[in-house]
Each structure stands twice: as structure tokens, then as C-alpha cells.
């Protein structure tokens, strides 16, 4: 192996890259002061800033970076400045080939992938780390980050050096782990060593130089890679140590995110009804139902046989002008259900985006399994996918 030809950095993680077509997050980060901080600007050890509070391009027309234009990330780097999750310096320029630092990192995911947490008390930073000051840019995406999905259990950040492969591989798999609802049981979010199962070991990775790989960032790596979020360069290299450019790590968040929001406006939905009376077990997920044929099947495959209990109702609903959008398995309190923020259309696929409340106020989930949206047939025709994206929001004292 190392007789081989050095991997060609530029090319890393290039290959299959996705463009984003999410809609606009907007941002709401909590600080010490309970104020959005991204705003305010970060200046990195080289100068340049990637949240700068206005950037020079924004009064010439251009819709970027100079130093993007022509650049191999251009479009990806174009398109996270419009909506917001990264601006240049003063002078208008990114640095696209700068080292990304781990602060500028964090920063980055909580605003791309939206991340909140509603603080009844403002927590404060010496509880997350004990390196990073009180007053710094960061400060409250750090917060917002611990509280989510980063784990620091030495309480040490170093938030100045450079991101490498593997802590951004890390770092990006617990963000979506934690985003979709799915980081109970992942080690990466919680910070527990990683099992010696398949999926951790080397030989299950697929890069030449998986062996250089931390163990506590292998099962991530491995999880991002199986994703289709991270990739080897030309000739299979990882090269987990290696730092990450601001233009790389731009594209693995434009990747993530662009499978967790797709880009456009919500179609119209309106609360139909729930039930109870369905199986209880059922997994999470999202169906459509376009007729009235369709609905009976629903009703005969996911009633509880052992109630005398319709599941679906359909009385007074016109399949000729509506569609129903069902969902199953999403339990909740009365006190606090899953709320459906959005469904966005992108191509055959319709998206569900929900958010439930969970921590101090989680109460018993005992109603509400099955949930129903009316939405216009006109909307949904040739949809023949329908995903659910559920996003926990963690309130704390």
C-alpha cells in the first residue's frame, strides 16, 4: 500500500456529490445572552471570517464568494450562501482552501441542519467546555451542539484546530443521527466506545487506509461512508488524519443536508383526524392514499384485528380532488404531539418534516399513532415515494 501514488486531496470526498434542494432554515441559536450569535461574525487564526455580518459581495449583485467562482465546489459553496449557513469576510472572499477549523465546523452544522434547543435557564459554557471563553462567536452554537448531538465528555473542544476526516465523519453522523430522530443507541452521539461488531471493525470499510482510523470514529466512518456521505479519493484513500478544507467540509454538509431538507415550498396539508385503533408496533413511516380503493387496503392492513375498530374513515373525503397522507407509528401524549412543520415536494418524492418536544416536559406516549393530512390530489400526482423526517427538539432547565 505504500508504494502507491500519494491520494490527490482535492479529489476526496467529491464523487456522487448532491445538490441541495432543501428549504431555508432559519436560524435560532441560543447564546448566553439569548441571542443568535451566527450573525456576529468569526474571524479564524488566517483572518477570514466564514460568518461574517455582511458580506461584500452583497452590495455588487453577485450572489457569492470571488474566490468560489470557478472553484470545483462552486456550486455547492453558491447555493450555502444563499440560504444563509455561510458568508465570507469583509473583503467577499471564502477561502475555500483554508483549513476548516472544529469551531467553524460545529457552527456550520447546527445552522445548516437547524438544530435548537429551547433553554428554560441559559446554560453556561464552562458546563460544555471548559476551553472555550464565555464571550467568543461560538458560544452558543457550541451550547446548542452539546445539547444535541456533539458529545464532549472531557469537556475539552480545542475549538481552533483543524477539523480532520474522521472527527468531521464523526461529527456529521451523530448531527444526522440526531436530526432523524435515530441516536438512542448510536455510540458516535453518546459518546460510548463503538461495539466490535462489523459494521466498526477496519475490514468492513471500505478505504485503503481504514487502519489509520481512531477506534471511536470507525463505526461513524463506516455509517457515513455506507450513506453515501464521505468518500475515499481516486485511489480509495480516507486519509483520516488529514484536515478538512472549508470548501470539503461544505460539501459533506451540503450532501447531508440536502437528503434531510429537500429545496421548495410546502404543500398545503390540513389536520384530518387520528387513530388508535391501529398496530401499535408499526414502524415509523409515511404512506399516501389517492383513492378510495386505497384506502380500504390501509384500513384492512394496519387495523388492531383484535378491536371492533375502524383505523380510516373516509366519509366525506372526495378522492376526486384530495389525497390523504397517513402517518404510522409517530405515537405521542396529548400534551405533546408530533407537529408536522412541513411537506415538501421533490420530484416523485414528498417529504414529511415533523417535530416532537422531548426532555423535561416528555410525557407517557398513549394516543395518537396514526395520524391523517388532507392535502390536494393536484399536488401529489406522480408522487410514488413519501418519506418522514421526525426532528426531536431537546428542551432543558
Not at 484546530?161 to 472527527?167: H, N
Request: net charge negative; aromatic share 8%.
Amino acid at each position: 500500500m505504500n508504494d502507491k501514488a500519494a491520494p490527490r486531496v482535492g479529489a476526496l470526498l467529491l464523487a456522487g456529490a448532491v445538490f441541495l434542494s432543501g428549504a431555508a432554515a432559519p436560524v435560532t441559536v441560543n447564546t448566553l445572552s439569548g441571542q443568535a450569535s451566527l450573525q456576529q461574525g468569526s474571524r479564524s487564526p488566517a483572518g477570514a471570517s466564514l460568518f461574517a455580518p455582511q458580506p461584500a459581495w452583497a452590495d455588487t449583485g453577485s450572489t457569492g464568494p470571488a474566490d468560489a467562482r470557478g472553484h470545483w465546489a462552486e456550486a455547492q459553496i453558491t447555493e450555502m450562501v444563499d440560504r444563509g449557513w455561510i458568508r465570507g469576510d469583509e473583503q467577499g472572499l471564502f477561502h475555500p482552501e483554508q483549513t476548516m477549523s472544529r469551531a467553524e465546523f460545529v457552527s456550520l452544522l447546527v445552522r445548516a441542519f437547524d438544530f435548537r434547543v429551547n433553554f428554560i435557564k441559559a446554560p453556561d459554557i464552562r458546563d460544555v467546555a471548559t476551553d472555550v471563553p464565555g464571550d467568543v462567536w461560538y458560544a452558543g452554537d457550541l451550547i446548542t451542539a452539546a445539547h444535541t448531538f456533539l458529545s464532549l465528555p472531557d469537556k475539552a473542544f480545542h475549538p481552533q484546530e483543524g477539523l480532520t476526516r474522521e472527527v468531521m465523519a464523526q461529527w456529521v453522523w451523530a448531527a444526522y443521527l440526531h436530526k432523524t430522530g435515530d441516536d438512542a443507541n448510536d455510540p458516535a452521539a453518546s459518546g460510548s466506545t463503538p461495539s466490535s461488531d462489523a459494521a466498526s471493525t477496519p475490514s468492513a470499510i471500505p478505504f485503503s487506509d481504514n487502519d489509520a482510523i481512531g477506534p471511536d470514529c470507525r463505526e461513524s466512518v463506516a455509517a457515513a461512508s455506507a450513506a453515501g456521505f464521505i468518500k475515499g479519493d481516486e485511489e480509495g484513500y480516507f486519509k483520516p488524519k488529514a484536515v478538512v478544507t472549508r470548501a470539503q467540509a461544505a460539501v459533506i454538509v451540503h450532501r447531508v443536508a440536502g437528503k434531510l431538507t429537500p429545496y421548495g415550498a410546502s404543500i398545503a396539508h390540513t389536520p384530518y383526524g387520528r387513530s388508535d385503533y391501529g398496530k401499535w408496533n408499526a414502524p415509523r413511516q409515511a404512506v399516501l392514499i389517492r383513492s378510495e380503493a386505497e384506502s380500504r387496503a390501509f384500513a384492512e392492513q394496519w387495523r388492531d384485528t383484535t378491536l371492533d375498530m375502524p383505523v380510516l374513515s373516509t366519509t366525506g373525503l372526495d378522492f376526486g380532488k384530495q389525497a390523504l397522507v397517513a402517518l404510522i407509528g409517530f405515537s405521542s401524549s396529548s400534551s405533546n404531539p408530533p407537529q408536522v412543520t412541513a411537506m415538501i415536494r421533490q420530484g416523485n418524492t414528498l417529504t414529511v418534516y415533523l417535530e416532537k418536544k422531548t426532555g423535561r416536559i416528555e410525557t407517557a406516549d398513549i394516543t395518537g399513532a396514526y395520524r391523517f393530512y388532507s392535502v390536494a390530489k393536484c399536488d401529489v400526482e406522480g408522487v410514488d415515494q413519501v418519506r418522514a423526517e421526525l426532528r426531536l427538539v431537546p428542551v432543558h432547565e
